[in-house]
Every structure is written in structure tokens, then in C-alpha cells.
């Protein structure tokens, strides 16, 4: 592994620490790219994923899979402790809704809307007209860092190759463990790292403008395999502040899904002989 592949070192190799019950609470690994004082909502998306399929794998063992997943984000989440609530609002044998609440200080901050699907073998029927990425060593290191502050993009490693701003094909991997001390499923693994699309190709810099997205909706047509998670991203921007990112999310092995993020784009004020100002997430 390259100097510019390994990931900014950390005391604590997880993102989150279980404190009892549903509560946990942030390692520097999670600090935000907008302000480094809040989190980067990505661990947070892979952490509800992970706790919505244990607590599906606690009550039932019939083999549902994560098929939809849709994260609004109400608010900034402070790098400090939270508490996740749980509530099944369609159950069922064949389909099953699940809703997952992110809540700090009385305040909902982040809900997941998740629908899972009965298992059934369709491998006979499998397959994608969208072509493979090129491989992870195929493209050259970057670093997340160089555009962004906070603990988490120095987290991971990344392979990019840029075709214009708003247009990149990337990988990314980590050997941060989402939560302490429990094994999690690489779909919960790959929902904790997918977020970071939005921030891989810029239309503008940062310091021009802010453009956080206030969701993200995941549809999946498999569980990952492997470390590395790859992206076919486009990010554009509508002429009434909206912007969409989209990507398509692969594995070596080839398509996993796609992820969609709404965006809030707004021009960083200018004054006259000053240069672009920074700006809070929302």
C-alpha cells in the first residue's frame, strides 16, 4: 500500500462506540467535510443500515433483504452522543418496511425509510447492461483531504480518475470498522461509505459554494463483496439552487445498486477585495 493510499491515523479504529442500548457516540473518524465539528452523515447512514438488520435478524430468520433505502437528513448532527429509535411500520413476509430515527438532544436529525424483500433465487435471470469500472489500481490515488477537512474523508483511501468537475469514476475503502466491538454486513458497510459521492467530483469549489445533500436513496441489487467500492458519479446543478448527485455503486465483481443525493445549492457571499467565506452545512 502507497503513502497515498493509507488512511489518516486514529487512535480509535471505529467510527462509532456503542454506549448501552440504542445510544452511541462519534470517534474523530466521523468529523464532517461542511464543519468538522459535526458529523459526516455517511457512518450514521451505515450505522442505521447495520442496526435495522439486527434487529431484523433478532425477530425473524425468513431472509428478507435490504432492497430500498431512503435517508432524509432533518439537521446537523453534533460529534456527540445520540440515540437511535426503531419502529417496523409495514411488517410482512414477503415485503417489510422499516424506520430508523437518528435523535440527539429531543431533535430528530436523520430518518431511514427501508424496504426489504423476501430472498429468492433469481441468479438464472441476473444481469446488467451497465459496463464494469475500470479496476482500483488502474486509477491513481487521491486524497480526499486535498478539497475537504474533518476525519472521516482522512479515513479512507481513494483511487479517481476526473473526466470534468462533476464527472469522476472512483473507488474507496477503509479499515475503520463502523461500529466497536460487532461484525457488520457489507451492506451496512458499503451504506457507511457512500455518502462520500457527493464530495468526490465538485462542479465548483467549495469556498464558491455550499451544496449538501439533504437525503440519499439507495437501490440495491445485491450485497457487496470485497473491500473496495467503486462509483460512476455525475453531479449536476439546476439554475434554482437544486442539484442532484447520481451514481452508479459497483463492486469488482460489477453493479450493486445506485445512490441518489438532493443537493442545496447556495453561492458563498462574496464581499469586494475578500475572498469566498466558509459556510455551515444547513
Not at 418496511?97 to 433469481?122: K, M, P, Q
Not at 460512476?232 to 469488482?252: A, N, Q
Request: charge should be neutral; include cysteine; charged fraction near 20%.
Amino acid at each position: 500500500m502507497s503513502a497515498a493510499d493509507r488512511p489518516h491515523d486514529d487512535d480509535t479504529p471505529w467510527y462509532f462506540e456503542p454506549l448501552g442500548g440504542l445510544r452511541f457516540a462519534p470517534s474523530a473518524h466521523v468529523g464532517g467535510g461542511w464543519n468538522p465539528r459535526e458529523q459526516h452523515i455517511a457512518p450514521a447512514f451505515g450505522l442505521l443500515t447495520h442496526l435495522i438488520e439486527r434487529h431484523r435478524d433478532q425477530r425473524r430468520d425468513d431472509g428478507l433483504v435490504l432492497g430500498r433505502l431512503c435517508f432524509d437528513i432533518h439537521g446537523v448532527l453534533p460529534m456527540a452522543p445520540f440515540e437511535v429509535e426503531l419502529e417496523v411500520i409495514r411488517p410482512g413476509r414477503t415485503i417489510e418496511r422499516v424506520e430508523a430515527r437518528i435523535v440527539h438532544g429531543g431533535r430528530t436529525a436523520v430518518v431511514l425509510h427501508a424496504w426489504l424483500l423476501a430472498r429468492t433465487d433469481t441468479a438464472a435471470l441476473a444481469g446488467t447492461p451497465e459496463p464494469p469500472l475500470p479496476a482500483p489500481e488502474q486509477l491513481p490515488p487521491w486524497d480526499f483531504g486535498s478539497v475537504w477537512p474533518g476525519g472521516f474523508v482522512r479515513s479512507v483511501r481513494a483511487r479517481r480518475r476526473e473526466q470534468a468537475p462533476g464527472r469522476c469514476v472512483f473507488w474507496v475503502d477503509t479499515d475503520v470498522a463502523l461500529l466497536q466491538g460487532e461484525t457488520v454486513s457489507p451492506t451496512a458497510r458499503l451504506l457507511g461509505l457512500v455518502d462520500i459521492a457527493n464530495g468526490a467530483t465538485p462542479r465548483v469549489a467549495p469556498e464558491r459554494a455550499v451544496f449538501p445533500n439533504l437525503d440519499l436513496t439507495a437501490h440495491l441489487l445485491r450485497a457487496p463483496v470485497g473491500a473496495w467500492i467503486g462509483f460512476d458519479t455525475s453531479v449536476s446543478f439546476g439554475p434554482d439552487g437544486i442539484g442532484l448527485t447520481h451514481s452508479w455503486v459497483h463492486d469488482e465483481r460489477g453493479l450493486v445498486g445506485t445512490v441518489s443525493q438532493c443537493l442545496t445549492v447556495r453561492p458563498v457571499a462574496v464581499q469586494p477585495g475578500r475572498s469566498y467565506k466558509g459556510a455551515r452545512r444547513v
